[in-house]
């Protein structure tokens, strides 16, 4: 039986019914857990989530009524029951906000549903967060250590730390969720691999009102016997440097700002229903990372030498890893992430290199875009490879290296002491260029990717590496919020070249929550639209 249909709206023709194409059921309050930002898993942080779908139908018709069905096993769906939900047949058009008559979910729980418009579509299902303070058993941790009490000794070596914790799963694991924020920035692995590939993790929020976590689906990561979680922090915009941006505003007075912390909260099912709970508490284990500095508006330096090798696997001697802190500063709720996370989207090849002066080698990639680049170098230990990045050149080949600079600290003053001191303020370069550092740990061909930082840039120079690079040394990695791409524009007229995939570019650079290229910020939730011109 169809209880539904879609109406044909045509000058003297009557309406009749037709059968949706498809139809994609997704839930709007939602965010990225899983695998990928889109159907069919999804994860929610309201206690009644509001549903959606979309249907591809022909022109000229539209939905004239549907049903949901909100179900608490994939088994239950099938038989066409909603033991969570039943909308019953609701006549009318709307496709988004649907009142689903669901009861109340509880945290960590399971929904499986599909609509009918006429036909049933493909089961979705989504999963609840963490929905009241209540349910987070964890406390933050920090280092330990205490911010400068000087503007100039910011910019001193300040090591991003580590923090690991070993635990013993007894039985075979069905089912585990990691919960997890860190602020400024965080990445997560277990037993020596990273829970998932978004970076710059989580997004920029007034972290006085509230704080995003993230969920990760870790079964296949956990397992019988000795486990090892770990957690690595960088500064972001909770610990920033106090800059003086455009000459007078300082974040560290503008924003909330701390010492680095985290929250874990690791849940765990195992295969006879039982549970059991690992959290971020005053048992793990804290210690000096090989990023010895990090800054979102300067640079991140990395030195390889620094690194302990299986900090986050089972079986490491911690005898000499401390104990962290409690970071009892007050801050906002936990809310779970609502947008897509920053992933790297694509990877650039230099266009060109060239050597305007010995030693000096300037990679070209031929249009701006915000991200990283990935070094790939073989150097003895303790070489030291500067990456400068900008957006233009001088006319001798050089890099302008007032074309991306933060705040626009651009050169020195007098004091009344009459030293030169920068306009970013106390210790800061008098130049404000986007920078990253790696020295090398010499063990053959390493590979080196920024953490803790991002840049806006088409041009990066390379100093310090032994004997000439080739292309191939650096590789650009474009980081934006991962939009889904629905759709594209081809143009076959006499627009300059370029102008539309430019707008496609600079529209995901500024695709993300609070992640900015040089000019501006902009907070997108929506899928993204590439443009492509062609010259005839």
């Known amino acids: 039986m169809r209880i539904c249909g879609f109406n044909k709206r045509k000058m003297g023709q009557s309406s009749r019914k037709m059968v949706v194409h498809e139809v994609c059921p997704f839930v709007v309050r939602f965010r990225d857990a899983m695998n990928r930002f889109a159907p069919p898993h999804q994860i929610v942080s309201v206690v009644v989530p509001i549903l959606a779908t979309t249907a591809w139908r022909p022109r000229a018709q539209e939905q004239t009524a549907s049903q949901v069905l909100v179900a608490s096993s994939p088994r239950v ?3 066409e029951k909603g033991d969570l939900g039943d909308s019953g047949k609701v006549l009318a058009s709307q496709s988004i906000c649907i009142c689903h008559r669901a009861q109340p979910l509880k945290s960590s729980q399971s929904a499986f549903w599909k609509v009918r418009v006429p036909d049933w579509s493909k089961p979705a299902t989504w999963e609840m967060g963490l929905l009241s303070p209540q349910d987070w058993q964890a406390p933050w941790l920090n280092d330990g250590k205490t911010n400068p009490e000087k503007d100039a000794d910011f910019h001193r070596e300040d090591p ?3 923090f690991r914790k070993e635990f013993m799963l007894p039985k075979k694991v069905a089912w ?3 919960y997890v924020s860190g602020l400024g920035y965080y990445e997560a692995s277990l037993n020596g691999k990273r829970v998932r590939d978004q970076v710059l993790d989580p997004g920029w929020t007034s972290y006085s009102e509230r704080a995003l976590y993230s969920t990760y689906d870790v079964t ?7 486990n090892c979680v770990g957690v690595m922090l960088g500064n972001g915009s909770y610990n920033p440097l106090p800059l003086r941006m455009w000459g007078n505003l300082n974040p560290r007075e503008c924003l909330p700002v701390r010492r680095p912390r985290f929250i874990a909260q690791l849940e765990i099912e195992f295969a006879d229903g039982t549970r059991d709970t690992v959290v971020s508490d005053s048992r793990w ?3 000096e990372g090989p990023i010895r500095f990090n800054s979102i508006y300067l640079d991140e330096i990395d030195d390889a030498r620094r690194e302990t090798a299986g900090w986050d696997r089972p079986g490491l001697d911690g005898s000499r890893w401390g104990r962290p802190g409690m970071a009892t500063e007050s801050i906002g709720s936990l809310r779970a992430r609502s947008k897509p996370p920053i992933r790297f989207t694509r990877t650039l090849k230099p266009a060109r290199l060239t050597e305007p ?3 000096v080698f300037v990679f070209n990639f031929g249009q701006n875009f915000a991200g990283w ?6 150097a003895g230990a303790g070489t030291k490879v500067v990456l400068r990045h900008v957006e233009l050149l001088n006319p001798d080949g050089t890099l302008n290296l007032m074309t991306s600079v933060a705040g626009r600290i651009k050169g020195t003053y007098k004091t009344a002491d009459g030293l030169n001191e920068s306009v970013g303020g106390p210790g800061a370069p008098a130049v404000a260029w986007q920078s990253d550092t790696y020295l090398a740990k010499g063990k053959g061909i390493e590979s080196y990717t920024p953490r803790f930082t991002f840049h806006s840039f088409r041009y990066v120079k390379m100093t310090g590496l032994p004997g000439k690079p080739t292309r191939d040394a650096i590789t650009g990695l474009r980081l934006n919020a991962d939009v889904e791409r629905v759709g594209s524009i081809s143009q076959t007229g006499r627009w300059p070249n370029g102008v539309s995939n430019w707008f496609g570019t600079v529209r995901l650079r500024n695709s993300a929550t609070r992640f900015q290229g040089v000019q501006g910020q902009m907070i997108a939730a929506s899928p993204a639209i590439s443009l492509e011109t062609y010259a005839d």
């Open 373 to 378: 680049v990935n070094l790939r170098v073989s």
């Open 77 to 79: 769906l099938a038989d």
């Open 357 to 359: 002066k010995p030693g």
């Open 285 to 287: 284990k804290v210690a």
């Open 176 to 178: 585990a969720r990691l």
């Open 220 to 226: 296949s990561q956990v397992r019988r016997g000795t």
């Open 160 to 162: 991003a730390p580590l």
